[in-house]
T-cell receptor, first 112, second 114 residues
Framework: GQQLNQSPQSMFIQEGEDVSMNCTSS?????WLWYKQDPGEGPVLLIA?????ELTSNGRLTAQFGITRKDSFLNISASIPSDVGIYFC????????????FGTGTRLQVFP | DADVTQTPRNRITKTGKRIMLECSQT?????MYWYRQDPGLGLRLIYY???????NKGEISDGYSVSRQAQAKFSLSLESAIPNQTALYFC?????????????FGPGTRLTVL
């Protein structure tokens, strides 16, 4: 089945630094979503992208839908301790609009 | 109150036991999903449902069954639990129109099968 490669697997950064993570696929997606999961909680939607080339911001977060429709990135600027968690990308494949394919996650640790 | 709730939040059981995990939502969404999360593997779809008369298998449905009792309720059953079903289980919902492709997740159930 269609798979998403998410990188990096984990990041250890200092408070105030910027963060970048990305997802790539060998196949196209119609939609890209970025979720954050805090320990002991379910994933929470951060940003949704619906068009190739779209660049969307949500506070300190910025995400882009790759022009080839096969990738997406998420940037976090000026990280703070509450950014700690696991970030997941998810893509909606064109063959089934009711499904999402999830990446394996990027675990972010922020040190003061 | 949370829009998507799951019960129980934690469960420890023994091999061979029947287990039911429940999900309720107040979002009025028609689509509901069950996922399993394992370390390093992200979220994998077990089953999903469009309404009470429609149930669809996901990528890892073997060993699981579901029941959509009402639009707001979707339960996941393990008929005879085995240790490799130890995982975090998440329910999610999705509506039609507007933010069409966005799924909203419950807080999860941590299941341990001994």
């Amino acid at each position: 089945g269609q798979q998403l490669n998410q990188s990096p697997q984990s990041m250890f950064i200092q408070e105030g630094e910027d963060v970048s993570m990305n997802c790539t696929s060998s196949s196209i997606f119609n939609t890209w979503l970025w979720y954050k999961q805090d320990p002991g909680e379910g994933p929470v939607l951060l940003i949704a992208l619906y068009k190739a080339g779209e660049l969307t911001s949500n506070g300190r977060l910025t995400a882009q839908f790759g022009i080839t429709r096969k990738d997406s990135f998420l940037n976090i600027s000026a990280s703070i301790p509450s950014d700690v968690g696991i970030y997941f990308c998810a893509g909606q494949p064109p063959y089934n609009t009711d499904k999402l394919i999830f990446g394996t996650g990027t675990r972010l640790q922020v040190f003061p | 109150d949370a829009d998507v709730t799951q019960t129980p939040r934690n469960r420890i059981t023994k091999t061979g036991k029947r287990i039911m995990l429940e999900c309720s939502q107040t979002k009025g969404h028609d689509r509901m999903y069950w996922y399993r999360q394992d370390p390093g593997l992200g979220l994998r779809l077990i089953y999903y449902s469009f309404d009470v008369k429609d149930i669809n298998k996901g990528e890892i449905s073997d060993g699981y069954s579901v029941s959509r009792q009402a639009q707001a309720k979707f339960s996941l059953s393990l008929e005879s639990a085995i240790p490799n079903q130890t995982a975090l289980y998440f329910c999610a919902t999705r509506g039609r129109g507007g933010s069409y492709n966005e799924q909203f997740f419950g807080p999860g159930t941590r299941l341990t099968v001994l």
